[in-house]
Each structure stands twice: as C-alpha cells, then as structure tokens.
C-alpha cells in the first residue's frame, strides 16, 4: 500500500502559479511512476502530468508550457508547479502512484486537493 497526501490546493487568480505537493508513505517511491491527474465539475478524470521512476516527463498539450511536475526521491514526494493559470484549470487534482509488475498494475490515489482559478 502507498498513502498519498497531497496539498498547495486553494484559490488563485488567472494568471497566477501555484505548486502542489503530494507525499508518499512508502520508502519504496521512487520505484513508482508518479502523475498528476484533475477532475473538473461534470467532466472525467483527465491526466494532466506524468513523471516516470526515471524521470521522464509527459504532458497534455493544455498544460505543456504551463506546468511543471517534478519529484524528490530523498522526501517520498512530487510536485506539480503551475504556472499561467487559467480559469479552465479550475479542478480536484488527485496524485497517484503506479507500478506495473508482471502483468499486474498498483494504482494508488490521494484524496485530492481543490484548485480554483478565478477573479
């Protein structure tokens, strides 16, 4: 089991940055791939950032540019810096925590923090 607890969510006016956290409970985390996932208001879950064991990065093209996500193996977290934030990035931002063994997937996910891009 992995427990993630993210935080940095809150309200910020359009075109200003915010970086949020998310701390794992195991030492193991930096044999997972790490991502960054939001769900808006009547909409799905859409990935927004991913960032593998090895540090390889994948974004959407509406955060490219934008947002940054990074990780800290030393302190069991990872980021997501974003920048440029826009009223349509209005969303619950989950991490998640996954590892493919053989062919069994773990997927692990925090209980989400609200960001809220607004005037």
């Known amino acids: 089991q992995v427990q993630l607890v993210e935080s940095g969510g809150g309200l910020v006016q359009p075109g200003g940055s915010l970086r949020l956290s998310c701390a794992a409970s195991r030492t193991v985390f930096s044999i997972y791939a790490m991502g960054w996932y939001r769900q808006a208001p009547g909409k799905e879950r859409e990935l927004v950032a991913t960032?593998?064991?090895?540090?390889?990065?994948n974004y959407p093209d509406s955060v490219k540019g934008r947002f940054t996500i990074s990780r800290d193996n030393a302190k069991n977290t990872v980021y997501l810096q974003m920048n440029s934030l826009k009223s349509e990035d209005t969303a619950v931002y989950y991490c998640?925590?996954?590892?493919?063994?053989?062919?069994?997937?773990?997927?692990?996910w925090g209980q989400g923090t609200r960001i809220t891009v607004s005037s």
């Open positions: 998640n925590a996954h590892r493919q063994v053989g062919i069994t997937q773990y997927d692990y």
């Open positions: 960032i593998t064991s090895g540090g390889s990065t």
